[in-house]
Nanobody, 125 residues
Framework: VQLVESGGGLVQAGGSLTLSCAGS????????MGWYCQAPGKEREGVAY????????YHADSVKGRFTISSDNAKNTVYLQMNSLKPEDTAIYFC???????????????????WGQGTQVTVSI
């Protein structure tokens, strides 16, 4: 499975971006996909994930009401709609995919099977 993110860029605070993650390969076996972010000098942290089994979603408290994860299974693509962006959202955003996530883990600390290379999001004041 290969994951390729796109859609990052530079945006002013309050603006919006839509990230895309296109999957290829044996993607039909993937059960869940998610988004993480990593700011300079900080650990990677979970943003949101979606289950292909029942389309259930999870969003971190820091992005609830501003970011929305969705997927287009026909296109093997997962999206992250990012609204009301803040400078503290500046980070590299990574896409992840898993065959099986297991029990719910706080902070999205799951063992994902695949990761994309990331796309930079920069939010200016």
């Amino acid at each position: 499975v290969q994951l390729v993110e796109s859609g990052g860029g530079l945006v002013q605070a309050g603006g919006s971006l839509t990230l895309s993650c296109a999957g290829s390969g044996s993607i039909f076996r993937i059960n869940s996909m998610g988004w993480y972010c990593q700011a300079p000098g900080k650990e990677r942290e979970g943003v949101a994930y979606i289950s292909h089994k029942d389309d259930s979603t999870y969003h971190a408290d820091s992005v609830k009401g501003r970011f929305t994860i969705s997927s287009d299974n026909a296109k093997n693509t997962v999206y992250l709609q990012m609204n009301s962006l803040k400078p503290e959202d500046t980070a590299i955003y990574f896409c992840a995919a898993a065959y099986f996530l297991g029990p719910k883990m706080a902070g999205m600390k799951y063992d994902w099977d695949y990761w994309g290379q990331g796309t930079q999001v920069t939010v200016s004041i």
